[in-house]
């Protein structure tokens, strides 16, 4: 097969506002990687921040940059030195680039390497055609994951890698924040075994795709409903046993640190903007542990997620909208409203 010289892809051309839609070269492999025909995306939070391009965008992102991060395709060519993979395989793939010289990387606790580079964040990124790939981080999709849940994998890691943090076996858990991962977390949890899931948020659309996504989780607007009625109303005596913080919000932490049970565990992904106070004398003295979370654990949680989807957990709702990446403005549009779950793009065709 003959690969183009040039290829679409959606980049930063300039330090502001926006994304633009370019022909850029079709990358070159070095011996260890592969080169990857990109079919779907999907558009991250992330992407938003580097969309708007504000302050951590300004200081994090070079420009030009092709972005994105979130994809599945297929490997089309395969550099030298690279063994265990074929041509024509099905892939998607870690997006953190890690390097093999740090405390953590050499005791293979790879996502925790303090000199990881993100792909479409520090280096050429997903939004184009062609994408190029360290093999190490290729992760073959088996034929029953289709390319669109192939290209949510990354932010269904952060979901899975979160959950796990703790057993969830018969515990009540509280997940604050339905944004996509938070109720990817939830459809988690209820796989993992949990007992109660509740998930709070103040946007009653993104309520209202819990419900549809993990019928049974209990779904509080806490602009209407106090969490301590719902507490009492589902039974619990002393509170939850595991938080998942996912929002960002520092009234959801404390909301969160109120409603946990004595020695309660909470796992953070959220990212609040800027400093945010914390009562930690509550958190002290009710003998929280708090642990936080970074990416996906390399490969666990993506064996975990796999594992899973093949077994009868099903995300497939969370995606609400699909485009041609010729209609990425819409894409973006719909992210940016706050109201959709995952949009895709599609890249064939
Ligand atoms: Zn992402």
Redesign the pocket.
Known sequence: MTLPNTMKALEKSRPEQGLHMVQAPVPEISPNEVLIRVKKTGI?G?DIHIWNWDAWAEATVPVPLITG??FAGEIVEIGKEVTGLQIGQRCSGEGHLIGTQSRQSRAGNFHLDPGTRGVGVNVQGAFGEYLKLPSFNVVPLPNNIPDEIGAIL??LGNAVHTALSFDLLCEDVLITGAGPIGIMAAAVARFAGARRIVITDINADRLKLAEHVVPDARTVDVTKEDLHDVIKELGMKEGFDVGLEMSGSQAALDQMVEAMVMGGKVALLGIPPGKSPVDWSRIVFKAIMIKGVYGREMFETWYKMISMLQNGLDVSRVITHRFHVDEFHKGFETMKSGSSGKVVLDWEG
Request: aromatic share 0%.
């Open positions: 991250c992330t991060h979130e990354d932010p």
